[in-house]
């Protein structure tokens, strides 16, 4: 069976042709770089995503912290994350990269922090 | 008033690497102006990843991107940040005007470098008609509701226009619990990244419409529905297509235009279509010593390609800065 994919690693966003036999794939064309190849192989086989979202902050300069998997986890568990994620508060100052969560809904990979917020790094955003 | 050897207006990813570039290529007295209380601009509300493949080599959220260039621009002390700075006038001898809490300030600045982004398309500019209720939002604007203020501003969502946000508010918008109920894509085909559409509409099975169009808002205090219409290759609509979602919100995302008035003001010569500076060289505009980088000079998909490109203005400032002695 061939699949066609459009390949996400990058914006060219090359048009993939897999050759998938009994769930496994044996043959690609169409990609421009080895990160297609790999792409298309956990695409076919057990597809992931990086997670990004962002969570609430109590006390805080910021309203909310950006945050990542530190890894790409299966596409099947996002909706699950997202439920931790929202449960989560922080009250204290980070940078880039803590850890929020270990081991995210189960998914092996940690949140990560992607913007800092310092004690006193001024006042949030008016609301609006 | 007070001088300045270089006045950089913006401080999001244009004008940060325009202040760096500069810096590097020997200017010491710079003013960087951000009307926000930070530094970073709209990379801190592009939460989703994809942002440094070409600059860092490595993939990055849009936070992360900021962050990087923030600690450049901050190790450098001869660049002075000015926060919650909001330029409001510029005449043609580089006189700039900008307010800050409590005072107005007037600066003369030798040269200088505007990188003050873009504003988005409206509803108005796409002519939807019917009610002006509550829930029609700018797709940048709702992305700014959820990702810097904590605020899902609806739960039963159409988005209008097939722009890189729109994809990327769909996926956002879904994560956090709401209905997606389409993509209206007036064109044949989208115009957002591919990549945009595997990861944001497909992954999610996401309707989306092409060759169709929102003929009517409909809503007395809060979006109720849109009617939607096909059209042919003239645009023209197609009369027995038309159907109706039921949705509390609408997304507009048909388009960015870059914020130039001032350096109109300034009397800039002005491409009136595009709204940015008319000009063979990049960054450069009709009046010597004032440069244009980032969003404000010509629409980027990437911000990589911002961050390239407004290393050029820095050098171009600097050069000027130096025919000047």
New interface residues.
């Given amino acids: 069976m061939i699949r066609k994919?459009?390949?996400?690693?990058?914006?060219a966003?090359c048009a993939l042709l897999v050759e998938v036999e009994s769930g496994k794939v044996v043959g690609i064309t169409g990609n421009n770089c080895p990160k297609g190849e790999k792409y298309a192989i956990t695409e076919v086989e057990s597809p992931v995503?990086?997670?990004?979202?962002?969570v609430?902050t109590e006390g805080l300069p910021l309203?909310?912290i950006?945050?990542?998997t530190d890894a790409p986890i299966p596409?099947a568990s996002?909706?699950k994350a997202?439920e931790e994620i929202r449960k989560i508060r922080i009250k204290k100052p980070l940078h880039?990269g803590n850890v929020i969560t270990k081991n995210l809904a189960g998914s092996g990979a940690n949140l990560i922090a992607?913007?800092?917020c310092l004690a006193d790094?001024?006042?949030?955003?008016q609301?609006? | 008033m007070f001088e300045r050897e270089l006045v950089i207006v913006g401080g999001g990813p244009a004008g940060m690497e325009a202040a760096t570039s500069a810096h590097k290529s020997g200017v010491r007295d710079i003013l960087l102006l951000e009307r926000?209380?930070?530094l970073g601009g709209i990379l801190?509300q592009c939460?989703?990843?994809?942002f440094g493949?070409e600059h860092f080599k490595e993939?990055l959220?849009?936070?992360?991107y900021?962050?990087r260039v923030i600690k450049q621009v901050t190790s450098m002390p001869e660049i002075e940040v000015s926060?919650r700075s909001f330029a409001v006038h510029l005449t043609k001898d580089k006189v700039l005007t900008f307010m800050k809490p409590g005072i107005l300030e007037n600066v003369k600045a030798k040269a200088l470098i505007m990188a003050t982004g873009c504003r988005e398309r409206t509803r108005e500019m796409i002519h939807i008609p019917g009610t002006r209720p509550a829930g029609v939002f700018p797709a940048g604007l709702a992305q700014k509701?959820?990702?810097?203020?904590?605020f899902l501003p609806g739960k039963e969502v159409v988005i209008v226009g097939s722009g890189d946000i729109g994809l990327i508010m769909a996926r956002r918008f879904l994560?956090?619990?709401a209905k997606v109920k389409a993509v209206i894509e007036i064109q044949k085909k989208s115009r957002g990244?591919?990549?945009n559409?595997?990861?944001c509409i497909d992954?999610f099975d996401i309707p989306m419409y092409f060759s169709h169009k929102v003929s009517n808002i409909y809503g007395r205090n809060r979006v109720e529905k849109v009617s939607v219409i096909k059209v042919d290759d003239d645009f023209n609509e197609l009369a027995d297509s038309y159907f109706e979602i039921e949705c509390d919100t609408v997304l507009i995302s048909v388009g960015l235009i870059p914020e130039n008035e001032l350096i109109e003001m300034a009397g800039v010569e002005i491409d009136k279509k595009t709204n940015t500076p008319i000009t063979e060289e990049v960054n450069k505009t009709s009046i010597p010593g004032l440069f244009v980088c980032g969003n404000s000079f010509k629409v980027y998909?990437?911000a990589d390609s911002v961050s390239r490109d407004s290393a050029i203005a820095g050098e171009l400032a600097a050069e000027y800065l130096r025919s000047l002695k």
């Avoid at chain 1, 994919?5 to 914006?11: F, G, K, N, R």
């Avoid at chain 1, 790094?121 to 955003?125: F, L, N, V």
């Fill in positions: 994919l459009t390949c996400i690693e990058c914006p966003g995503r990086v997670l990004t979202s962002t609430l309203k909310t950006p945050v990542r596409k996002l909706f997202m880039v992607t913007r800092e790094q001024g006042s949030a955003t609301t609006i | 926000d209380q930070y801190n939460i989703h990843p994809g493949i993939v959220t849009g936070p992360e900021a962050d926060l509701l959820i990702n810097i203020e904590g994560l956090e619990g990244l591919l990549r559409i595997v990861q992954d998909d990437i």
